[in-house]
Structure formats: C-alpha cells, structure tokens
C-alpha cells in the first residue's frame, strides 16, 4: 500500500481530496493510482467501468492497494439509472416503483439489499437516493427516479433507503439538495430554475431532505437549479447561502455535501468547471464530483491547480478547504470502519420474508408496483408470440442509452418467438400494423403524457387493434389505453419481467 507522496504539501493534498474524478476503462489508469497515492481520496465510477462483479471487486481492491481509506463512489439509484447492471438493466425497481407500492419496509429492504451488493463489490458510496418530490410531471430528468410528487411519502422512503444502504455500510448521499423535482430543464443541458416562494420550498422541496438529515444521512448532493426565494444570482451548488445558510445552518447537517456533476452545462457553460469548482468549495461544497463526461488526469490536475491558486490568492479561505477535506476524510474512516467489520457481507437482518441477502427482493418489488388496468375490451393472457411496439422518446442523461428497457426479452423468454419493433416520431401505425400482422401486439411506452406523437401513435394503433395490450415504463400520468393497461412505474428489467407476466397471465 502506497503513502502519501512526501512531496506533496498540506495544500495540494486537500485540493485533490475535495475531487472525485471518474476515468476510462475497467481498470485503474496509472494516473489515478498515482493521485490516489499524493492524496486524490475519492474516485467515481460510471456504466463504463464496469463489467460485473468479480471485475468491479477486482477494480476496487487495485484502488486500495495504493490507500485502504479511498472512497470508491458510484451513480446506483436501481431503475432507470444503473450502474451495475447498465448493459443488462437493473435487478432492483427505481423510487417511483417503490413509492407507488408505499411500503417503507419494502424500500428499505431493496435498498439493503443493493447496498449488500455494492459493498461486496468494494464501493462504499452511494450517490442515491434521489429525494426530489416530482411536483411537475413534466420535469424531464427526474420523473420516475423520484418517490413521487408527494413531499411526505418521499421523505419516509427516502429515509428507509438512507438505512437500507447505510445499514450495510455503504454511505448515502441523498439528492439533488434543494430539490430537483419542479423543473421542466435537464440540468445536463442548462440551468433549470425555480420560481416559487419560501413557504412552498419548505413545506415541499426540503421536506425530504429535513427527514433525510435527521436520519443520519452521510452525505448529500448539490443542485444545479437556481431557486430564486433562496439566491436569485447562483444555482444551488456555488450559493453560500443555500449551501452553509440553509443546509449546514439551518437543517443542521453536518455530514458531506457533494456537488452535482460540474460538467453539467448548468454550471460549466457559464463559470466553466475550475471557476466552478472554486466557488462550489467557497459555497460549503466538501467534495467536487467530476467525470460523467470529463474523466481524464488533465481535468484532475486542472481543478487542483484551481483550488490552490484559488487559496493563494485569497479567493478562497485556506480553513475552508481544510474543512473539506477533513469531511471527505471522516466519511472515508466511517466507510473504512464498516469494511473492516465485513459489514456488506452478510449483515442487515431481514425485516420480512424474502429480504435476506441474496433474495430476488427487486422482482418482489417489481411485482407489487405493477397496476394493472382492464379497458373495455376483452382480454385474456397470451399464449402464442406477440409483437412488441416499443415506442421510444429519447433518453435523459441520466439514465442514458446504455441500458435496455422494456419487456421484449422477458416476453420472448415466456413465449418463443416474440418480435419486436422500435419506433419514434416519424413511424406510422400502419408500419406498425404491418410489422405485426396477424399476432397481438403489446405496445410499450414511456410518458406517454409527455410526448403527443406518441398519444397520437398509441391511440391509432388501439383503434385499429382494439386488443391491443399498452404497458407504461414511465411516470403513470396518461388515461389507460387499451384491452389491458400495465403500469410498471419504472423501466428497470425486473419492471420489465413483472409485465411480461401479467401479458402472459402468470402474474399475481
């Protein structure tokens, strides 16, 4: 195991505490191991570094070969937005299956057993669960990764997911402070903002984040939105006053406060990711996320370089980034602490049937948010092939186009020979017609509310096929269509499996 570079100097060594870079590859460059070993603490991993299991177990003991106290973080909320699994889908339904279901011993059990998984594996931070409340159904980056649009239902499971994971060992950091959820802009592409008063924050954005702090929460997430009540000149994660004022003062927290990606357009088109980084720290900002998109050694030594000069020339108090980093060192003991007791391997007692480690408690869960709604036609199970319309808007960021969705595997699992077409905008039914010819057709959608070229598609094809079978992967807004309607609130691959049930009869 490396030590610290005696070369390196108090200062320098806390600038490249505060960062957590990502990088390429299913391997640990030798750039990052040499960070790590002058004092880098933190390290990101996305969808492309992993492959499975024993490779992911395999990447993070090279990490701690080079220091055992390095915290190894990862984008795993379950649902739409998997890590772990980004080329197969996830085992686990995202927040808005959990929600609906609305049994907080349930979400706590799911996230118990993801976090089991994770620290076998070696990742000890967790940057889930999302507390947004989805008040705008619109919103085209939250949607179903939000428990839904109630504040106090996602406070009481966003605090069952925050033990669930916790619990095993693996921080939380719950997200995206102050709340994420009435915005109608991706903050990937731009800087969402919300115009509401002080009184509706508190008694809706923050309300999860309170209970989530009382809870214990290791760390939380910074927005990139501006919230004009709060600062009407910065976004969330360069503000002061929501940062330090509102959620150290205020809310009492005392544990990690990490930024969103800043690479994120909302923050780098206008301050670019140094000036960015700076003032995040400034803010009360402990740990800088960096590398959804930005993940090579030149962007690490840039941002250092940022935060030294930045103290140097006064810009940013010394103490400051001493505080940061002290509180990314902490974090890094609690999880050391907990991987020292081998606390991801077996530990977390189960609270019901089916939740121990190893149990399919995703698809348990998938199972129960099904919503299964019968129209005015006929149906009856399938029993021969069908063919699968999958209607497809485009992917936000987050969730990314990596990963499969929908339940044409699952249905040609359960019934040999299912086929399958993906359309867009510019499809027609009758394509559709044509593809399918004489077979039943289930058409998948996602939002159908949120995309007219897809009403208009799905009701075309519901009058021309009346028995038609509609699932919905997305937020469940739009009037059930069909001879059965499957609402699965999700669009994970266990979501997927339970549909495919229900279309065959054998679900519950």
């Known amino acids: 195991m490396t030590t610290l570079t005696h070369g390196t100097d ?87 299956a959990l929600g609906s279901v609305d049994d907080v011993e349930l979400t706590r059990a799911v996230a118990r057993e993801l976090g089991r998984r994770l620290a076998q594996c070696g990742v000890d931070l967790n940057w889930a669960p999302s507390a947004d409340v989805n008040s705008n159904a619109e919103n085209p980056v939250i949607g179903v990764r939000s428990f839904g ?139 800088i996320c960096v590398g959804g998109g930005l993940c090579d050694e030149d962007t690490v030594l840039r941002l250092r370089d940022a935060l030294v000069s930045a103290v140097r020339t006064g810009e940013l108090p010394e103490e400051r980034l001493a505080d940061a980093a002290a509180r ?55 029993t021969s092939a069908p063919f699968v319309a999958s209607f497809t808007p485009v992917a936000n960021f987050a969730v990314g186009d990596e990963t499969p969705w929908g339940i044409a595997a699952e249905l040609e699992r359960l019934l040999p020979g299912t086929e399958t077409g993906s359309y867009d905008e510019s499809s027609s039914v009758d394509a559709v017609l044509s593809a399918a010819g004489e077979r039943r057709i289930v058409a998948v959608v996602r939002d159908l509310h949120r995309h007219p070229w897809m009403t208009e598609a799905l009701d075309g094809l519901v009058a021309a096929r009346p028995d038609t079978v509609v699932v919905e992967m997305g937020l469940n807004e739009a009037e059930p269509r069909g001879a059965l309607h499957i609402a699965t609130h999700g669009a994970a691959r266990v979501c997927g499996r339970a549909a495919a049930e229900a279309v065959v009869g054998t679900g519950a």
């Open 10 to 96: 108090t200062l320098t060594r806390d600038a490249l505490t505060v960062l957590q870079p990502g990088f390429v590859g299913t391997t640990a460059p030798d750039w990052l191991l040499r960070r790590i070993g002058e004092g880098l603490s933190s390290v990101g991993l996305f969808g492309r570094n992993i492959v499975g299991p024993e490779q992911l177990t395999a990447l993070t003991a090279q990490l701690r070969a080079e220091r055992d106290d390095v915290l190894v973080a990862i984008d795993e909320e379950g649902g739409d937005v998997t890590r772990l699994e980004v080329k197969q889908g996830s085992s686990f339904p995202g927040n808005y």
């Open 149 to 287: 649009p109630d504040p106090d239902l996602v406070a009481r499971h966003t605090v069952a997911y925050v033990d669930g994971l916790q619990g095993v060992g693996v921080a939380a950091c719950t997200k995206h402070f102050p709340g994420h959820g009435d915005t109608n802009v991706d903050s990937h592409d731009a800087l969402p903002r919300i115009d509401v008063d002080l009184a509706t924050l508190h008694a809706r954005e923050l309300v999860p984040f309170r209970a989530a702090v009382a809870a214990g929460t290791k760390a939380v997430m910074s927005a990139h939105i501006l919230l004009s009540a709060l600062d009407p000149h910065r976004p969330a994660t360069l503000s002061p006053q929501i940062l330090t004022g509102l959620l150290r003062q205020e809310l009492g927290f005392e544990g990690l406060i990490v930024t969103d990606g800043m690479e994120m357009q909302a923050v780098s088109a206008t301050y670019g990711i140094e000036r960015g980084s700076v003032l995040a720290i400034a803010a009360g900002a402990d740990a």
């Open 328 to 382: 990314v060192r902490a974090l890094a003991a609690w999880t050391q602490a907990h991987r020292a007791r081998g606390a991801g391997s077996a530990s977390g007692a189960a609270v019901q049937e089916g939740t121990a480690p190893g149990a399919d408690i995703g698809l348990v869960a998938a199972r129960r948010a099904l919503k299964v709604t019968r129209g005015e036609w006929p149906h009856t199970p399938m």
